[in-house]
């Protein structure tokens, strides 16, 4: 293909995204085909001639469609959002005609600068103290971008540990690190994201996984009263991670209490996952909720989760980057330059080496609708829940399993978790609606999340 028939095939494919999201409502929600559907439909080896694009497309519509589940449609409300705008999409097309692999300042100097920039605007809309942000004089913190909020609890943990193990070595200098790290316990509620225990997993720590409260809040008393208990044991607490808005059911931890409670154990990372919740800070109403981030060591949110960013745009922010980076740095000659010491190099920050300029897609959401137009955005989405939830008080064979703060309604069936089963697997077999379940206090929940950008309370009636 050359530019001249890119110009063409590419003003097509934006007429077809547009047709495809205007008309998302006559399609159904989730596709009825079973595993290895496509096996059947396409060849199985790639074509030895190129093929004409006419043709590929054709078979975009009818071999690839009918296996895709429409996270857009606006009646589909499992999970969370998947963010997605016109200005981000664009900002990903652009970001992919550059095509620019900025591991470090230099590799792409507006790559880094962009992303630094943009993560402390975005910091300073969701309300981070200024330690957080990169550009504020005499300030160690600073924003990243990482492809999810599996990696930026990852990686927090791997700089908690390597903090942890140089902390233990200066103390027991002629124990094997190996002996030391059998030592390390983490913290997580039992409503955490199963990415902290994955985190654990790679990172080859104990984690201790604890009871909150009846309204599914970890609080201060728990955890401080489990490591005081292995501290006995001689074990060593060593990384805290809360959650402000449960993947299950939108519930916040005790942030605050925790955070106070952790003063007595110097030296412990308190990472703060919002990935869901966070973006709704840019609301000054809903500030109240990141009550205690000024104890925090590190805080992520998604904006390809709630703020019209398309994936991957998990941000991540940390009071003190070189703590952060000291896990994480390997400097090969091959990878040095000149500004080595005044720059950022984001490959420091990370698992991967090469990273995408993802920056420019949250730098044009950020611009084209402002932060007002993000918190109409948020409102709104907001009130379609709280009109879910009024319709479901109204019908008394239903309850509310949760405290409605944002955007995520649990309810359930009065009665058996079996009935609660048949009843949502009949909804989703429709194709008509999609929910998915979640378990709050060991009950069988049915999630409505308010998801597509531009859903009317008609669709939520
Ligand atoms: C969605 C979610 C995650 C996982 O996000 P990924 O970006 O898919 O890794 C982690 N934590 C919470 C609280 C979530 O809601």
């Not at 492809?147 to 200098?173: D, F, G, N, W, Y």
């Not at 808005?245 to 703060?272: K, N, Y």
């Not at 079996?418 to 378990?439: C, D, Q, R, T, Y």
Request: hydrophobic content about 40%; charged content about 25%.
């Amino acid at each position: 293909m050359n530019s001249q028939e890119f110009r063409r095939r590419g003003n097509e494919m934006v007429e077809y995204i547009c047709q495809y999201l205007e008309t998302l409502e006559d399609r159904k929600v989730t596709p009825s085909v079973e595993p290895g559907y496509l096996r059947h439909l396409l060849p199985d080896e790639a074509p030895y001639h190129g093929e004409d694009w006419d043709r590929i497309m054709e078979d975009v519509e009818s071999k690839i469609m009918p296996g895709v589940t429409h996270w857009q449609h606006p009646r589909f409300h499992a999970y969370f959002p998947s963010g997605n705008s016109f200005p981000s999409i664009l900002g990903d097309m652009l970001s992919d005609g550059i095509g620019c692999i900025g591991f470090s300042w230099a590799a792409s100097p507006a790559c880094t600068e962009l992303e630094t920039i943009v993560l402390d605007w975005l910091g300073r809309a969701i309300g981070l103290p200024d330690d957080f942000l990169a550009l504020k004089a005499g300030s160690k913190g600073g924003g990243v971008i990482q492809t999810s909020a599996s990696e930026c609890v990852l990686v927090t943990m791997l700089a908690a540990r390597a903090q942890a193990i140089k902390h233990l070595k200066q103390q027991h200098p002629f124990v094997e690190e190996g002996h030391l790290l059998s030592k390390l316990m983490a913290y997580c509620s039992k409503e955490a994201h199963s990415c902290v225990e994955k985190a654990a997993m790679i990172c080859f720590v104990k984690l201790r996984i604890l009871e909150p409260d009846s309204k599914c809040s970890l609080r201060g008393n728990t955890l401080t009263k489990a490591m005081e208990e292995d501290e006995l044991q001689g074990l060593v607490p060593f990384f805290v991670s809360t959650t402000l808005g449960t993947t299950g059911s939108c519930s916040f931890d005790a942030l605050e209490e925790i955070g106070v409670a952790l003063q007595r154990f110097p030296g412990v990372w308190l990472h703060v996952d919002a990935a869901y919740a966070g973006n709704a800070f840019i609301c000054p109403e809903l500030k109240y909720l990141l009550k205690g981030i000024e104890y925090a060591d590190s805080f992520n949110t998604n904006p390809n989760k709630w703020l019209l960013t398309n994936f991957d745009c998990s941000t991540l922010w940390v009071r003190d980057r070189i703590r952060l980076t000291s896990a994480l740095v390997v400097d090969p000659l091959y990878l040095k330059h000149g500004y080595s010491d005044a720059a950022i190099d984001y490959r420091h920050w990370g698992v991967p080496l090469s990273r995408r300029f993802r920056s420019l897609k949250l730098w044009f959401v950020l611009r084209s609708y402002g932060i007002s137009g993000l918190q109409n955005y948020i409102r709104h989405h907001i009130e379609l829940a709280k009109r879910f939830e009024q319709l479901v008080n109204k019908d008394k064979r239903f309850e509310i399993c949760n405290e409605v703060k944002l955007g995520l309604v649990c309810f359930r069936l009065i009665g058996s978790d079996k009935l609660n089963e048949k009843f949502l697997s009949g909804i989703n077999a429709s194709a008509k609606i999609h929910m998915v379940p979640a378990s709050v206090n060991d009950q069988y929940v049915i999630r409505f999340c308010a998801v597509a950008q531009n859903a009317t309370e008609d669709d939520i009636g």
